[in-house]
C-alpha cells in the first residue's frame, strides 16, 4: 500500500503529512480533532508558545480517549468547543493542566 502527502493546516500552520492511500477521511477527522484541540486553548488566552499548546492538547485528547474507551475512533463530537467531558472529569482534566503548567514554568522548557 502507498503513502500518499496531504497538506493540512493545523493552528494557522501548514503540514505535510504522509496517509496511506484510503486513510484521508480518517486523517483529516484527526487533523480536525487536533486543530479544534488547539485553537480552543490558544483561544482560552493563558497560552501562548505553540509548542506548550500541543502537548496540553495532547494530553486533552488522550484523556478524553481515556475517559471514554467505548468511544469508537473517528466519531465526531458535538462540537469543537465542547470537550465532551462531565464536571468531574473535566474538574481533574484542569488540575492535571494546572499541575502541567506549574511543572513547565518551574523547568522553563519542555524537555
Given at each position: 500500500?502507498?503513502?500518499?502527502?496531504?497538506?493540512?493546516?493545523?493552528?494557522?500552520?501548514?503540514?505535510?503529512?504522509?496517509?496511506?492511500?484510503?486513510?484521508?477521511?480518517?486523517?483529516?477527522?484527526?487533523?480536525?480533532?487536533v486543530?479544534?484541540?488547539?485553537?480552543k486553548?490558544?483561544?482560552?488566552?493563558?497560552?501562548?508558545?505553540?509548542?506548550?499548546?500541543?502537548?496540553?492538547?495532547?494530553?486533552?485528547?488522550?484523556?478524553?480517549?481515556?475517559?471514554?474507551?467505548?468511544?469508537?475512533?473517528?466519531?465526531?463530537?458535538?462540537?469543537?468547543?465542547?470537550?465532551?467531558?462531565?464536571?468531574?472529569?473535566?474538574?481533574?482534566?484542569q488540575?492535571?493542566?494546572?499541575?502541567?503548567?506549574?511543572?513547565?514554568?518551574?523547568?522553563?522548557?519542555?524537555?
Amino acid at each position: 500500500m502507498s503513502n500518499k502527502q496531504m497538506d493540512v493546516q493545523i493552528m494557522g500552520q501548514s503540514y505535510i503529512l504522509g496517509c496511506p492511500e484510503g486513510g484521508e477521511e480518517g486523517l483529516m477527522t484527526a487533523v480536525r480533532k487536533v486543530d479544534a484541540a488547539m485553537c480552543k486553548i490558544r483561544d482560552a488566552g493563558k497560552i501562548k508558545a505553540r509548542d506548550r499548546i500541543a502537548v496540553l492538547a495532547a494530553l486533552n485528547l488522550a484523556f478524553e480517549q481515556l475517559d471514554s474507551p467505548s468511544q469508537p475512533t473517528g466519531t465526531a463530537t458535538s462540537a469543537p468547543a465542547s470537550s465532551g467531558l462531565s464536571e468531574d472529569s473535566e474538574a481533574r482534566l484542569q488540575g492535571l493542566i494546572e499541575r502541567l503548567d506549574r511543572v513547565i514554568k518551574q523547568d522553563g522548557q519542555l524537555l
